[in-house]
């Protein structure tokens, strides 16, 4: 069962600010929220994960509601590279658990 | 960042050939490997959990008689298809586990299997 709810696909105008929506309103306590890109024909790449507070790095932004149910990964002024699907996945960090990946958003970015 | 590899890239079989890809961790080592496929359009599967020194723990639906996995060190995983077919074609991804790091997962490239 999927765990998180995409949009299946979004565009946006190259340096501007891509804002990518994820539900995942049945989030545990001990779930992260975690996001990857997949650049056609190459493997996933890590972007940014979160628990509740609100995060940044190199890459991107990762917004998080206060109830958790949903997350906004913001990528601050999108290049054309920035073109992939990107994957919202919520995992817990304890064990052995896996990543599963969901369908994700395909985001085009435009000249 | 944590940096893992795949060989080969590509590769292009006959049917009924066996095909052996390899799985690196670079610069860490990983106690727990994972093997992903993913057909055109679609979204990563995962076919297989491997754990080193012991045998693979395979997805429902996924057969490991024809999927053989070996994660005989650390730093190295390998998926052999057996006995191949068209269908088998598809992209290969093998993903580490860094438990040094909150068990972040870090993914190879990708092998690309095209079995004629």
């Known amino acids: 069962d999927a765990k998180t709810t995409q949009p299946p696909s979004m565009d946006c105008a190259e340096g501007r600010a891509a804002n990518l929506p994820c539900n995942h309103s049945t989030i545990s306590g001990n779930e992260y929220v975690y996001w990857y890109r997949q650049i056609h024909s190459q493997g996933p790449q890590y972007i940014i994960h979160?628990?509740?507070n609100n995060e940044t790095n190199e890459m991107a932004s990762l917004i998080i509601t206060e109830d958790r149910k949903s997350s906004t990964l913001i990528l601050p002024h999108a290049t054309l590279r920035d073109t992939a699907v990107y994957y919202c996945i919520v995992r817990s960090n304890f064990g052995n658990e896996k990543l599963t990946f969901g369908t994700g958003t395909r985001l085009t970015i435009i000249p | 960042g944590a940096v893992v590899s795949q060989h080969p890239s590509r590769v292009i079989c006959k049917s009924g050939t066996s095909v052996k890809i390899e799985c690196r961790s670079l610069d860490f080592q990983a106690t727990t490997m994972f093997w992903y496929r993913q057909f055109p359009k679609q979204s990563l599967m995962l076919m297989a959990t491997s754990n080193e020194g012991s045998k693979a723990t395979y997805e429902q639906g996924v057969e490991k008689d024809k999927f053989l996995i070996n994660h005989a060190s650390l730093t190295l995983s390998t998926l052999t298809v057996t006995s191949a077919h068209p269908e088998d074609s598809s992209f290969y991804i093998c993903?580490?586990?860094?438990?040094?790091?909150?068990?972040?997962?870090?993914f190879g490239p990708g092998t690309r299997l095209t079995v004629t």
């Open positions: 993903s580490a586990r860094f438990e040094g790091r909150n068990y972040e997962q870090y």
């Open positions: 979160g628990l509740k």
